[in-house]
């Protein structure tokens, strides 16, 4: 979700992107308890009246983050099943993107829509849809490279669910560096797949990571 600044003048009464950011940010902070008309414009500095130039109530604000989410996380990671790749290897790889780019899948609203689903039916299904498309998706990427579809979905179903955990146990995103999780992906993608990636396959995933410059002691491990 692009960052809109905000440039108050007279009368104004922001735009539907600014009270969407608005109520994201909420939800990622405080919870979907948090994502109410009165806090979110006492947070842009606008009134409640703002608000219902933009949506027609609460419910319409709440629809469209969960938009937002189904967008970016089950459509990118649907997208990206389907990338080319010349191996099932590769194509984990380009998988594994998912999980480094808030941008492609965002991990923290993935956190928080998750735990808004224990509190709201309709949500709940809808995240349960979401699951099975996903597996659904890394199922028939593994069926492209000619597994077995048992063992394709099991195969599936492992990649989504170590992600999930891993996610459900960061709330605020990786706490680690980025170096040493880049060490441990062609391992992971060699236990997902049971075929060892090439040191080319690695070399296109490793590019597209480029670690931060350090200097001095700093530097990345050996």
Known sequence: MTDALIDKTSGWRGTRE??????YEALLENG???VKVMPLADRLGLSRTSFYGHFSDRKELLNALVTHWQARNTGNLVRRTEDYAETISEAVLNLFDLWL????????LEFAVRNWAHTDESLAGM????????????????????YDPNYAN???????????GYISMKKDGPDEPLAPRLRRMPYYAEIFTGQ??????????????????MTGSQGVDP
């Open 18 to 23: 600014i009270w969407i950011r608005a109520a």
């Open 32 to 34: 979907i308890d948090a």
């Open 101 to 108: 780019r808030p941008d492609l899948f965002d991990s923290r």
């Open 127 to 146: 995240l349960e849809e979401a699951d099975r498309v996903r597996i659904e998706a890394l199922q028939a990427m593994f069926e492209r490279f000619a």
């Open 154 to 164: 099991i195969r599936a179903s492992t990649i989504y669910q170590t992600q999930i």
């Open 196 to 213: 060892k990636a090439t040191e080319a396959e690695i070399a296109r995933f490793l590019a597209r990571h480029p670690l931060p410059k």
